[in-house]
């Protein structure tokens, strides 16, 4: 049976989460054998609109990518809400789309809106207070227990460490069951999160991003009970598709170079067409 996020995210456990932003993504990271996943809010923007992760996504567009990933993926996942597309009445209503969409946590931000991207310049974030009404009304507006809060905050990059701890703090105390400080810069300040702020807490690792890549066994020591890899495939995808292509276009033939593509039967394999060619005997 597979585990529920609540049974997962303990401290010192350090699941490792990929993100998808796609049903595709999500396949290949159920098939990979993780435990649990994170649809990304960067990813959406980046594959559904071509642009990059700056506020431009609606809650109906996410809430939709949710649905389709659960379709097609069993393992359990948290859905980026970013700021929650408005204030606390917009809360509500994404917390009623996601868990609709099949979504069974929603990572929630303290960033004004239109956000950005968590390791790009230039953020701003909203007073506490704010930040606290929007978790108190998505823990009003949640129908069932087991769907979790996870309350991101962006003051690091504003306020300093020692601020984004108060933060989570306040956030766990309003209701958050998950608590993630985004874009710290070492090791140290990672330690520092757990030992100061006890709870449950995320970490996001994102390569050529503002945050020390620190080992899963190194961030389950310092007590986090995930690890966000919310773009790593996305990023591996664009490099290998870049490849791919630049050395189509320069000699006219993948011939030779065969190996750069995954194979056409394991990709049938992982669009489950046996499964549909069973289906259609069946049923015919």
């Known amino acids: 049976m597979t585990k529920t996020l609540n049974d997962l995210l303990q401290p010192g456990a350090a699941v490792l989460m990929p993100g998808a932003a796609n049903a595709l993504t999500a396949r290949i990271i159920e098939d990979a054998g993780f435990e649990a996943l994170i649809v990304t809010g960067a990813g959406i923007a980046n594959t559904y609109l071509g642009m990059p992760d700056i506020g431009l996504t609606t809650v109906t567009e996410v809430a939709d990518h949710v649905a389709r990933i659960r379709d097609a993926c069993s393992l359990p996942m948290i859905a980026d809400g970013d700021t929650g597309f408005g204030n606390p009445i917009n809360m509500q209503r994404t917390i009623r789309l996601f868990e609709r969409a099949g979504a069974n946590a929603i990572q929630m931000e303290d960033q004004t809106f239109p956000k950005k991207c968590g390791h790009f310049e230039g953020k701003h974030v909203i007073p506490a207070r704010e930040m606290v009404q929007k978790i108190q009304a998505a823990a009003d507006a949640r129908r069932d227990a087991n769907f979790l809060l996870l309350a991101r905050t962006d003051a690091y990059a504003i306020e300093g460490l020692s601020a984004a701890i108060d933060r989570v703090m306040l956030y766990q105390e309003a209701g958050a069951d998950l608590l993630f400080v985004e874009a710290p ?3 140290e300040e990672l330690r520092q999160i757990p030992r100061q702020a006890p709870g449950r807490h995320i970490c996001n690792i994102v390569f050529g991003g503002k ?3 620190v080992p899963q066994q190194d961030l389950a020591a310092m007590g986090f009970a995930g690890v966000l890899y919310a773009n790593a495939a ?7 598709m870049t490849t791919v292509l630049q050395y189509l276009r320069a000699h006219g033939s993948l011939a030779g170079h065969e190996d750069a593509v ?12 046996a499964e549909m060619t069973e289906l259609e005997r069946r049923y015919s």
């Open 234 to 240: 996305l990023q591996a995808g664009m490099l290998a």
């Open 262 to 273: 995954m194979p056409f039967a394991q990709r049938q394999q992982v669009l489950r067409l």
């Open 185 to 187: 810069k070492t090791a």
């Open 211 to 213: 945050t020390e890549p």
